[in-house]
């Protein structure tokens, strides 16, 4: 479990797993590899009974700026046909799926600017913290790209409602915490300095639990979440996105 990652900073503090996007220095850009890294961890824990609680939180002034634009233009400048940002995108939503499936209860600790997938990976934790100064966007629409990374689309229409998440997706338009509080998409907004601070008064309840209840209470909302992913048939996401950018790609080549 507390393996030496590189895209990720991986500490254990009892039963709280804390797992940190690191890549500070691209904002904490969501690549392959992190999505790989994410995989191995998610996997770790479906069998590992001492994890009751799962904090996912990032490194440097970001939780994360988004998914990794330029890992798109290389994959594509090395495969045309798209495969291999097929597999890229398939990563993405098996992260997400496993995400939403977990039986540890998940918190996911916001601060700086959470985008597009960033946001997308935020939003199927359990339970969503921000810092006042967070700063919010869907940005898909402008980059000319489908909102479908990772299976994010019904995840947000049921967290926030589909009125305002269509907003938010055609008009791009970025947002503060107090409004994504609004949205449902933040549970609780902290002054940054307060947010450790925060997260911990969560935890503590939680993890004094019965461990058996809280398991069968989130397998009863997991199979709730299952449910509407496949109703909008997210499962065909991955082919989505590599059949837009594929396009696009082609057009400004001509």
């Known amino acids: 479990m507390l393996a030496d990652f590189k895209s990720l900073r991986v500490t254990a503090d009892g039963p709280v797993l804390n797992v940190q996007l690191n890549r500070p220095e691209s904002g904490n850009s969501i690549d392959g590899h992190t999505l790989t890294e994410l995989l191995e961890v998610l996997r770790a824990l479906e069998d590992d009974r001492t994890v009751r609680v799962m904090v996912l939180s990032g490194t440097g002034d970001h939780f994360s700026q988004g998914a990794d634009r330029a890992e798109f233009r290389s994959l594509m400048d090395k495969d045309t046909a798209g495969a291999e940002l097929r597999a890229l995108a398939d990563r993405a939503h098996r992260v997400c799926l496993a995400l939403s499936h977990m039986a540890v209860v998940t918190i996911a600790q916001l601060h700086g600017d959470v985008i597009g997938a960033g946001l997308g990976l935020a939003a199927f934790c359990d339970l969503r913290i ?79 639990r019965d461990p058996t209840t809280m398991r069968i209470t989130k397998s009863i909302l997991n199979a709730r979440a299952g449910a509407a992913e496949l109703s909008v048939g997210s499962h065909l996401d991955a082919e989505l996105l590599t059949a837009a950018i594929t396009r696009r790609d082609l057009a400004r080549g001509q």
């Open 130 to 208: 921000g810092a006042d100064t967070c700063r919010f966007r869907m940005p898909e629409v402008v980059l000319g790209i489908p909102p479908v990374w990772g299976g994010v689309l019904p995840r947000l229409a049921e967290e926030a409602g589909q009125a305002q998440v269509r907003r938010l997706l055609l008009t791009a338009e970025s947002f503060d915490a107090n409004r994504a509080q609004q949205m449902s998409i933040l549970h609780e907004v902290v002054p940054a300095a307060d947010l450790n601070a925060a997260v911990t008064r969560w935890v503590k309840p939680i993890v004094r």
